[in-house]
């Protein structure tokens, strides 16, 4: 069976996951965390991807933002691994492919799934054993959507905004609310669409996607569909 082409929109979030070679590291130490947070930042931004938020973790990097093009979000994580790998290798002194495959992604409602991305992101450190508490990881958005860094190179989408009216209001419901939409675990969904590619949200959502794509986004329902009763004789 051929493989589903990806599903790239523009005007639309989407989020993205990259993992190391099973066993392996993406990171060795802070420098590290703190070049490829600088990578990520910069190449979103060359190639019009507004960031919304991100992770960079020792073995993994995970993003949600959304492409002013089709080609927005693939082409920012070319460039991240082209001009990542080989000087990691070099100061790692390995050699051989750093990911584990080709990076992961789907489309997401905004509505319904942005601030549980964009919350399930910004924790993974903590659900890791990382850290206790996400305000103590630097190579993260989290400190921005808080209050407690200000990164002018994100992108806050509309439904952050509409969080509150002044900054401290978002900051403050952003920090509550997060911390109950990490807790709940709500991305169990989120992850395994970003692994099988199959957009995120209702059936209208979903079929507005296909329409625009010329592609299924998403499932066809289990089972053989169900058989139309015979027509009672007259």
């Not at 931004?45 to 927005?72: K, M």
């Not at 439904?159 to 807790?183: D, H, I």
Request: charge should be positive; charged fraction near 20%.
């Amino acid at each position: 069976m051929a493989r589903l082409s990806r599903l790239y929109l523009a005007g639309f979030p989407q989020v993205a996951r990259h993992q190391a070679v099973p066993g392996d590291v993406i990171t060795q130490n802070e420098g590290d965390l703190e070049a490829l947070t600088r990578l990520v930042v910069e190449c979103a931004r060359t190639h019009q991807f507004a960031l919304h938020a991100f992770v960079v973790l020792p073995a993994e990097l995970r993003l949600v933002g959304t492409g002013a093009t089709e080609n927005a979000l693939p082409l920012t994580m070319q460039a991240i691994s082209r001009r990542y790998v080989a000087p990691f290798n070099k100061r790692a002194n390995r050699t051989g492919p750093l990911w584990a495959s080709r990076f992961r992604s789907t489309v997401v409602d905004a509505e319904g799934w942005l601030l549980t991305a964009m919350a399930s992101i910004e924790h993974a450190p903590s659900h890791l054993g990382l850290v206790a508490d996400p305000a103590h990881y630097p190579w993260s958005s989290y400190r921005h959507h808080v209050g407690l860094a200000a990164d002018m190179e994100l992108t806050d989408h509309r439904e952050y905004w509409r969080l509150g009216n002044t900054p401290f209001e978002r900051q403050r419901v952003y920090l509550a609310k997060a911390a109950s939409l990490a807790a709940i675990r709500e991305d169990t969904r989120l992850w395994h669409a970003v692994h099988t590619g199959w957009a995120l949200g209702p059936d209208e959502f979903t079929a507005r996607l296909s329409q625009l794509s010329g592609r299924r986004s998403a499932p066809l329902p289990r089972g053989r569909p169900q058989k139309s009763p015979p027509a009672e004789a007259s």
